[in-house]
């Protein structure tokens, strides 16, 4: 490998994530480039010439074991949306003189949905003013939703944190003979992986959650109720597992009902999903009449690296 390279991280930060940074830039370096270059905070901070030298910063062994399994960004991340190249090529013209002031021949940018979508806008652009320069989408995702994959590097971890902490919660609700419902609320927009998830807390030893609900099955306030109650007539203590992106038939989100509508980010969507747990918590308390827990594990499930999963670090690196 001749000249130089770019690496960025965007979206949402995963347990693993460096782990496929650290795999990028031991390759690069194994296949002879010169210099590894790192965007500060993405794409964004590439249009401010925020660059960072990975070879200065991880110059040992030890630095890139060390980043393998580091939570989070170690690059920094954003979620700025690219216009399409074919609407507005401002942004476009200012990448490709920088990719050509730092002798760049490839980028790599490891994200979700919204990064391959920026990565996809970049080859595009590339392919029509001739660049030579090569472009890299390096999946990343805890939600597990990235078409043409089996598996997204992220979520391995985030499952394994969330079957575990879950079953740590239903032994804790266990604890009073009194009726109780626990209402767990899990990272998912649209898709219910993670809150699916959740059924992995059952096992020889742990039941595991009495529901689940996911962001793909349309939210009946009467069913669910209803089923609660069901529950409760064999079992005092009732565990459920909800998707944050649960919806209603007419695409409200639930927790909408609770802070309302809020800002949206770049990409269109919801800024911060927060609440669901707190709605199905007060639903059941104020129509069944029994205790009731909302929890949320939020950023928790993302970067807890003490519960990473081997397999997924593994991976992850391979990936990169």
Same mark, same amino acid.
């Given at each position: 490998?001749? &000249? ?7 979206? !949402? ?10 795999? %990028? ?14 965007? &500060?905070?993405?794409?964004?901070? $590439? ?23 580091? *939570?989070?960004? /170690? ?7 690219? =216009? ?6 401002? *942004?476009? %013209? ?12 490839? @980028? ?13 806008? +970049?080859?595009? /652009? ?12 390096? =999946? ?12 997204? =590097? ?6 394994? /944190?969330?079957?575990? #902490?879950?079953?740590? @919660? ?12 626990? @209402?767990?609320? #899990?990272? !998912? ?10 059924? +992995? ?7 595991? *959650? ?10 009946? =306030?009467? &069913?669910? $109720?209803?089923? %609660? ?21 007419? !695409?409200?989100? $639930? ?12 990409? !269109? ?47 992850? /690196?391979? %990936?990169?």
């Amino acid at each position: 490998m001749a &000249k130089n390279i770019i690496i960025g991280q965007s979206g !949402g930060p995963t347990a693993v994530i460096n782990s496929s940074l650290a795999g %990028v830039y031991k390759a690069a370096r194994s296949l002879g480039a010169d210099t590894v270059y790192g965007m &500060k905070y993405g794409i964004e901070g $590439l249009l401010k010439e925020e660059l960072l030298e990975l070879n200065v910063l991880l110059d040992d062994r030890m630095s890139i074991e060390l980043l393998k399994r580091t *939570p989070s960004s /170690y690059l920094g991340s954003c979620r700025f949306k690219l =216009p399409d190249p074919e609407t507005d090529s401002t *942004p476009f %013209v200012k990448l490709f003189t920088l990719f050509d002031k730092y002798d760049i021949c490839a @980028v790599f940018y490891i994200g979700g949905n919204d990064s391959m979508d920026t990565i996809a806008k +970049l080859s595009r /652009y590339g392919a029509k003013v001739g660049s030579s320069v090569r472009f890299i989408g390096v =999946p990343k995702t805890i939600d597990n939703d990235l078409c043409l994959t089996d598996h997204t =590097p992220g979520y391995g971890s985030a499952a394994k /944190y969330i079957a575990t #902490i879950l079953k740590e @919660v239903i032994r804790d609700s266990s604890v009073y003979n009194i009726r109780s419902v626990t @209402v767990a609320e #899990i990272m !998912g927009r649209h898709a219910g992986w993670l809150a699916g998830a959740a059924c +992995l807390a059952g096992g020889e030893d742990c039941d595991g *959650p009495d529901l689940i609900l996911l962001p793909e099955v349309p939210f009946d =306030p009467e &069913k669910f $109720l209803a089923k %609660v109650d069901e529950l409760q007539r064999t079992k005092p203590n009732v565990i459920i597992a909800a998707s944050e992106g649960v919806k209603t038939a007419d !695409g409200t989100y $639930l927790c909408d009902l609770v802070s309302g509508a809020g800002q949206l980010d770049a990409f !269109g969507h919801k800024a911060i999903l927060s609440g669901t747990s707190r709605y199905l918590s007060e639903l059941i308390h104020e129509k069944l009449g029994c205790k009731s827990r909302a929890i949320e594990f939020s950023t928790l499930q993302r970067c807890a690296s003490h519960l990473a999963s081997r397999t997924d670090v593994n991976e992850a /690196y391979a %990936v990169g």
